[in-house]
């Protein structure tokens, strides 16, 4: 007979464990996902993870305002889930988050992980700040790191040695578990500046034409909470075949709104072959391969200083970004876009402004050790689960290959409720 096994079980495997698993005696690691953008973020790092015979992952998605999506996302990357509720009642050795709510509840040491281009946003809920307490970005905050006083995270991961030095002035009992670990994006991205041309052919980027990158992050003072007033400029101010566009929205417009409902506003996109980015697809090889990028004050823009386009900004609020960021860097440096302009005057006038190494003190604030993301990152894991590393680097990949802009064309206007 084999191993007797309870019928009456209907909890996945991963949470009963025991009998049922066949590779058995694993480190167990919850790989927590509240949103698209964090699952991708936080992919970064669990891949590290997912091809040693030693380590079981577990993913689990957390309720978030901006979930939608995040379980097909998964899916399609081959990931099964368990529900977040057995999730809480299970034990593990370790658990990857890129987001803060519920992981206090947890019954693992947590490393957080950034999930965006330095530290942008200043914190919006005002209301549970101290009075005479500074308004910081997020994964700075003692609202994010601390649960009734508790520091929950064992590690937190910074791309840049700022962040510790804004962490000692609004949450120092958090510098203990702070690690300056670098920004997996930035790697990849100069890791894929080389195949420039390579994305450019795949895109379907012909001789003689250029490509506009339209960048957005979410909320209402994004590119696309303004698209109205630039739209505009795109489907009628770029004369000719000698320009392509590509849209880049953040994950949140698209959780937020519907995917139908957002392809449905830019219905008119497909007509004039504006390409939409699903929320799900690698977005940096886009970023690469641009010749322009036009962009509000996001993470995207920002990684956009490493690619060698010339950068227009929407304009932005000045208010809700950190003085410290990247964002704020490239205001000081990059043009503004102007509604009142023609879009393509614009884009030469940008083009002959810029110059090489015109951003490179931009770029150099998004991570303070460029290349060593994930040899650091997994150092950082790996001591946490008390395994040694295993006897092989963690090369940096550039991003695959894209689709041709033909297909996202098409697909812009497939939820159209015309």
Request: proline share 8%; glycine share 10%; net charge neutral.
């Amino acid at each position: 007979m084999g191993d007797r096994v309870s019928v009456r079980t209907t909890k996945s495997a991963l949470i009963e464990q025991g009998h049922w698993l066949t590779v058995r005696d694993c480190k167990r690691v919850l790989v927590v996902v509240h949103t698209v953008t964090f699952a991708q973020r936080l992919r970064e790092v669990f891949e590290l993870l997912e091809t040693d015979l030693r380590v079981q992952l577990v993913f689990t998605v957390a309720p978030h305002a901006f979930g939608g999506g995040t379980t097909e996302y998964l899916r399609s990357l081959g990931i099964i889930t368990v529900p977040w509720e057995e999730a809480l009642r299970a034990e593990f050795d370790l658990a990857l988050a890129a987001g803060s709510r519920g992981v206090h509840e947890l019954r693992a040491p947590v490393v957080r992980i950034s999930h965006g281009a330095g530290q942008i946003k200043l914190l919006t809920d005002v209301g549970t700040l101290s009075p005479g307490e500074r308004r910081v970005p997020g994964m700075l905050s003692r609202q994010h790191l601390l649960h009734e006083g508790r520091l929950v995270p064992a590690a937190i991961v910074y791309a840049h040695d700022r962040d510790l030095e804004e962490l000692a002035l609004s949450c120092p009992e958090a510098l203990p578990v702070a690690h300056v670990l670098g920004d997996p994006c930035v790697d990849r991205i100069v890791a894929g500046r080389p195949a420039r041309e390579e994305y450019r052919r795949a895109l379907g980027i012909e001789d003689g034409q250029r490509l506009v990158a339209v960048t957005s992050t979410w909320g209402p003072a994004s590119t696309f909470g303004r698209l109205d007033s630039l739209l505009p400029q795109l489907l009628g101010g770029l004369p000719g075949d000698g320009y392509r566009v590509a849209m880049l929205l953040h994950p949140n417009v698209f959780a937020g709104h519907g995917v139908r409902q957002v392809h449905g506003w830019l219905s008119a996109c497909r007509e004039r072959g504006i390409a939409v980015v699903p929320p799900e697809a690698d977005w940096q090889s886009v970023l690469i391969a641009a010749d322009w990028i036009i962009g509000d004050h996001g993470s995207l823009t920002a990684y956009g200083t490493l690619t060698g386009a010339a950068v227009l900004l929407t304009s932005g609020p000045r208010r809700e970004v950190s003085d410290r960021s990247p964002a704020a860097l490239l205001s000081a440096a990059a043009p503004v876009l102007s509604p009142a302009r023609p879009l393509a005057e614009q884009l030469e006038y940008a083009a002959r402004l810029h110059r090489p190494g015109g951003y490179d003190h931009v770029a150099a604030s998004l991570s303070s050790v460029p290349g060593q993301f994930h040899r650091r990152m997994r150092s950082v894991l790996y001591r946490l689960l008390g395994l040694g590393e295993p006897a092989h680097p963690s090369p940096v990949a550039p991003p695959p290959p894209p689709p041709a802009l033909a297909r996202w064309q098409r697909a812009a206007g497939a939820g159209s409720t015309r």
